[in-house]
């Protein structure tokens, strides 16, 4: 079965501190896709990334970094330099390619940016 | 180009009500998923439809129903509104085969059932 665990429910930092969240994920798969998705206050999930099962290379757009290792199942999300406009609850999920085409998300982290 | 649309935004219900909720996909997708989300938690799959069939369900009780139109667009029924019922309700659409791959979300529509 597919599981995401994002352990971290609320992170409260203070502008420009770098932050990263957490996301553990389990599944019997060796072909799967995981995301990154924001929901600010006003509801819509805002795509942020995919990365699939076969592609351990970290990435980086703008002030956003991933690093996805398959050895610890986790796929952790830094903010660099936050900013208030961050504040959102961010959620990881797994979907296997190939399967079932649902996506399943963790519980998700609300991330505040104090300024 | 459009985005995926969902109608109403807010809905107050009682409950024992029925209630439908709309969504009309991005222009050129032919699936719709639909995903509950409770308060706090993260969104749960209910079920996706592609050529009007329902093609997966989540675990979710048969009061939960749907329906695909013709023109992609679906409709999620839910009958006898508990208060537990209470959420926002989004929609996802992609294309058939690539729902694993890539699906894009509407603003939600929030239920709430008193």
């Known amino acids: 079965a597919q599981k995401v665990t994002q352990a971290q429910t609320e992170i409260s930092v203070v502008e420009k501190e770098d932050v990263t969240l957490d996301c ?13 998705y924001k929901q600010p206050p006003s509801g819509e999930l805002v795509f942020l990334i995919r990365r699939n099962s076969f592609d351990e290379q970290n990435e980086i757009s703008g002030r956003y970094s991933w690093n996805f290792q398959k050895s610890t199942s986790s796929f952790n999300f830094t903010i660099t330099a936050s900013q208030v406009v961050d504040s959102a ?9 190939g399967g079932s085409e649902k996506l399943v998300f963790g519980k998700g982290t609300k991330l505040t940016v104090n300024p | 180009d459009a985005g995926v649309t969902q109608s109403p935004t807010h ?4 409950r024992g009500q029925q209630v439908t909720l709309r969504c009309s996909p991005k222009s050129g997708h032919d699936t719709v998923s639909w995903y509950q989300q409770a308060l706090g938690q993260g969104p749960q799959f209910i079920f996706q439809y592609y050529e009007e069939e329902e093609r997966q369900r989540g675990n979710f009780p048969d009061r939960f129903s749907g329906h695909q139109f013709p023109n992609y667009s679906s409709e999620l029924n839910v009958n006898a509104l508990l208060l537990g019922d209470s959420a926002l309700y989004l929609c996802a659409s992609s294309l058939q085969g690539r729902s694993s791959y890539e699906q894009y979300f509407g603003p939600g529509t929030r239920l709430t059932v008193t």
């Open chain 1, 24 to 36: 553990v994920y389990e599944t019997r798969d060796t072909t799967y896709y995981l995301f990154w």
């Open chain 1, 89 to 97: 609850v961010y959620f990881c999920a797994l979907s296997e390619a």
């Open chain 2, 11 to 14: 809905l107050i219900k009682t």
